[in-house]
């Protein structure tokens, strides 16, 4: 219904103009005819092309022209530049004085629209380029929209090109030095008994029965052998697994964090290592663990996109969320902020089923919070390794784990 009338309206004004048109056109002519002389004359005939010209504009379709916007990237890291290129192509060389490109840039960036001022004349191809530099998050380019009018400044000919692409900018990462983190709660001051898990698939012997062993893992052909109850032996095999908890906290390090968290994924999926990441924020997003190649592209595709909008406690989203379904691996928490509510909640159900490293980002240059501090002795009181790492500092950030 808006369009309707939008598209009469522009009717309404297109005629209205073109009847302005000829009675410019008609009083000139009239002038002359009543004032006579040269000046008189020389007037009409000096305004005839340019009317001329505008009525010729007036029938000129810009339908005419063909679009194409090329990006040589659809996939970029945080502060490249892409190159972007404009292509405008048309069968009818008719002369248009000026015409204005303009290029309707995403909504996340600060100038919202790219103009080019051109003098195309007789041209049928008319190549732009211009550069812009992105930040992390998806950009959706809508279209380009061409604007050319006359001299008098009477008609004005628009044509909006409804041209949709899509630009992903992943977040900076740095290489990290690499070390599993299981040898920190192996040989470290808390006992990690997520690190050993028993493959129940693989029996090695049988031992007398002890408590606290399964009914399952009875073996009931020795026990009725040797008249004991006699137990299974499972191989035992070590894990490097990882389970990444980010928490998109609305603070002024969220883009340090989103760094840190690129790296450490980076870095693991480098190293053969096998992560999951749990998100939380106003949607949560859980990536079981696993070690493909493909794994690193979905979490960053996921980092790419995400944005600090968690309200609710992270301990409490982690116990209902993720608790129940907790695979054998050590729990990285990163956050930009540290308080009691986390540091008791990480003591709690979730303490109990493995090592917990939370990860404190800031960014650079950023004054120590008293505050946290306080919160962080807790933490290594209770068996939990807190650091803090700035902006530009994490390559270091696992053999910083392993000497606390």
């Excluded at 405008?88 to 103009?115: C, G, N, T």
């Excluded at 008609?155 to 990462?173: G, S």
Aim: glycine share 6%; net charge positive; proline share 4%.
């Amino acid at each position: 219904m808006l369009k309707a009338r939008l598209k009469r309206l522009r009717r309404f004004e297109s005629f209205f103009r073109l009847v302005l048109l000829l009675i410019l056109l008609g009083c000139s002519y009239v002038f002359a005819m009543f004032q006579g002389g040269f000046v008189s004359w020389f007037i009409f005939y000096s305004f005839l092309p340019f009317a001329l010209y505008s009525f010729l504009l007036l029938c000129y379709p810009l339908q005419g022209f063909k679009m194409e916007r090329r990006m040589p990237k659809r996939h970029l890291k945080a502060g490249e530049t892409i190159i972007i290129e404009i292509t405008l192509k048309r069968k009818i060389p008719f002369p248009i004085l000026f015409l204005v490109v303009e290029d309707i840039l995403p909504a996340s960036i600060q100038s919202k629209q790219h103009k080019q001022l051109i003098f195309p004349g007789f041209k049928t191809r008319i190549d732009l380029k211009y550069p812009l530099k992105v930040s992390r998050g998806e950009y959706k380019w809508e279209g380009i929209r061409l604007i050319t009018g006359d001299v008098l400044g009477i008609f004005k000919k628009e044509r909006w090109f409804d041209h949709q692409q899509r630009v992903l900018v992943y977040p900076r990462y740095e290489e990290l030095i690499y070390k599993p983190l299981e040898s920190r709660f192996e040989h470290g001051g808390t006992v990690n008994p997520m690190q050993f898990q028993r493959d129940t698939s693989l029996v090695s012997s049988v031992r007398q029965y002890q408590p606290g062993d399964r009914v399952s893992w009875i073996d009931w052909k020795a026990t009725a052998r040797t008249n004991t109850m006699m137990s299974k032996e499972f191989e035992v095999r070590q894990t490097n697994d990882l389970m990444i908890v980010f928490n998109r906290v609305n603070t002024e390090h969220f883009e340090a964090a989103v760094q840190f968290a690129a790296s450490i994924v980076k870095t693991i999926i480098q190293h053969g290592g096998k992560l999951g990441f749990f998100s939380v924020g106003e949607k949560v997003t859980y990536i079981p663990i696993r070690g493909e190649a493909m794994q690193e592209s979905v979490i960053f595709d996921h980092l790419a996109r995400v944005l600090p909008n968690c309200t609710a406690p992270l301990d409490q989203v982690v116990k209902k969320e993720l608790a129940p379904y907790q695979p054998a691996a050590t729990l990285a928490v990163i956050t930009s902020t540290v308080n009691k509510e986390l540091i008791d909640g990480l003591s709690g159900e979730l303490r109990r089923s493995g090592g917990t490293v939370v990860y404190n980002i800031k960014k650079r240059d950023t004054p120590a919070n008293q505050n946290e501090g306080k919160y962080i002795s807790l933490a290594n009181q209770r068996g939990i390794v807190v650091k803090t790492l700035y902006e530009g500092q994490f390559r270091a950030a696992f053999l910083e784990v392993l000497q606390a």
